[in-house]
């Protein structure tokens, strides 16, 4: 015969739900409004927290949109810098390579202007010269030096020295071997003859000896008074 246990075969009692509380001689329908103007009251002041957050954020990406924004630019202008002197140095480069090629060429260019000077400049050797110098002028060579000229020493070099009466300044007489320049660079100065005016000759500009060639009529005497008898 089995023993029973008394109280298991009965059922648990169930939690009931809390209801709110209600003061006395109140009713649980009084209760109900109360609690929802609780929550409504609440629901304000979490908006204001996730505003405040989402405000923070978006000054935060701001930030950092400002900071990429600027590291760009100056990426930009670093690059931009570094093609413009890159673009700078083979300009450079590519100009010492044309001199350094045509200074090598300028003893050959020095025998080719002898030889027209002296009318050797015939046949197949004049053709072969014609395209050698037309070649270097492609290549940006350029003569300069004239006999008359004003002495320059920056681009000619006095090798002769003479003076001369018919000259006002130091003056290029002759030219012994042309000057070549490549652009604004010269690359080899004009070896010239120079001649500068007589010492303690007085220099007469061309418009005063114009002047006073005027002023001297043929026929005319200044010393025209009265003869004595």
Aim: hydrophobic letters at 35%.
């Amino acid at each position: 015969m089995t023993e029973e246990t008394p109280g298991f075969d009965e059922q648990q009692p169930q939690a009931q739900p809390q209801q709110p509380d209600v003061p006395s001689g109140a009713t649980s329908d009084d209760a109900e409004p109360q609690a929802a103007s609780h929550d409504k009251g609440a629901a304000p002041a979490g908006d204001a927290d996730r505003t405040a957050a989402v405000t923070a954020q978006l000054d935060q990406v701001r930030t950092a949109l400002g900071e990429r924004t600027a590291d760009l630019q100056r990426l930009q202008a670093e690059y931009q810098n570094y093609r413009r002197r890159v673009e700078r140095d083979r300009i450079a480069v590519k100009e010492i390579a044309i001199a350094n090629l045509l200074t090598e060429l300028l003893p050959v260019l020095d025998d080719i202007g002898r030889a027209r000077e002296h009318g050797e400049l015939v046949g197949g050797f004049k053709s072969v010269a014609e395209s050698l110098e037309t070649v270097a002028a492609k290549m940006g060579l350029q003569q300069f030096g004239k006999e008359g000229e004003p002495f320059d020493p920056t681009i000619h070099e006095a090798l002769m020295h003479s003076y001369a009466p018919d000259v006002t300044e130091t003056t290029c007489v002759a030219i012994l071997q042309p000057g070549y320049r490549i652009g604004e660079r010269t690359i080899r100065p004009a070896r010239v003859a120079v001649a500068e005016p007589q010492p303690g000759a007085q220099t007469v500009k061309p418009g005063e000896e114009s002047g006073a060639a005027e002023g001297d009529a043929p026929g005319e005497d200044k010393d025209s008074g009265p003869e004595e008898g």
